[in-house]
């Protein structure tokens, strides 16, 4: 397989580009993830995160989710923006449609999308502003 980009490993995994396609593979080169992306961030263990996972953000047709290091899309790619980081309580702001809410690091919708704007807060118990 001749790649594109390789950038560096972490978790295990790289995400890698091959024929205009982001996936992801091993150290042993084993594609793990299919190369169906159009953009793969890093696989990183979640430090605002209560339940520590191991997820990347992942878009496909101009829409964002999460997926975990078996490949599963553990939050569905059909955000117009995602965040980049999960608040410490386990949500994340996300925008489809044209509005905001949160959806959970199970991929439930748990604060409903009808805000203009919203923001997290990690200060004390943190706090959301819509």
Same mark, same amino acid.
């Given at each position: 397989?001749?790649?594109? #980009?390789?950038? *560096?490993? +972490?978790?295990?995994?790289? =995400?890698? @580009?091959?024929?205009?396609?982001?996936?992801? %593979?091993?150290k042993q080169n084993k594609v793990v %993830? =299919?190369?169906?992306?159009? @953009?793969?961030?890093?696989?990183?263990?979640?430090t605002f995160s209560l339940e520590g996972?191991?997820?990347? +953000?992942?878009? +496909? &047709?101009?829409?964002?989710?999460?997926? &975990?290091?078996?490949?599963?899309?553990?939050?569905?790619? *059909?955000?117009? @923006? *995602? +965040?980049?980081?999960?608040f410490s309580k386990g949500i994340c702001?996300?925008? #489809?449609?044209?509005?905001?809410?949160?959806? &959970?690091?199970?991929? #439930?919708?748990? /604060? =409903?999308? /009808?805000?203009?704007?919203?923001?997290?807060? &990690?200060?004390?118990?943190?706090?959301?502003?819509?």
């Amino acid at each position: 397989m001749k790649l594109s #980009r390789v950038i *560096i490993f +972490r978790e295990g995994l790289v =995400p890698v @580009q091959y024929n205009g396609k982001w996936g992801y %593979i091993d150290k042993q080169n084993k594609v793990v %993830i =299919p190369f169906v992306y159009d @953009q793969a961030d890093y696989f990183f263990q979640q430090t605002f995160s209560l339940e520590g996972l191991n997820i990347a +953000r992942v878009q +496909r &047709n101009g829409k964002w989710g999460y997926v &975990n290091k078996e490949g599963k899309e553990v939050i569905l790619v *059909i955000y117009d @923006q *995602i +965040r980049d980081y999960f608040f410490s309580k386990g949500i994340c702001e996300a925008m #489809r449609e044209g509005k905001y809410g949160f959806v &959970n690091t199970e991929g #439930r919708e748990v /604060i =409903p999308f /009808i805000y203009d704007f919203v923001s997290l807060s &990690n200060v004390g118990e943190g706090s959301i502003m819509a």
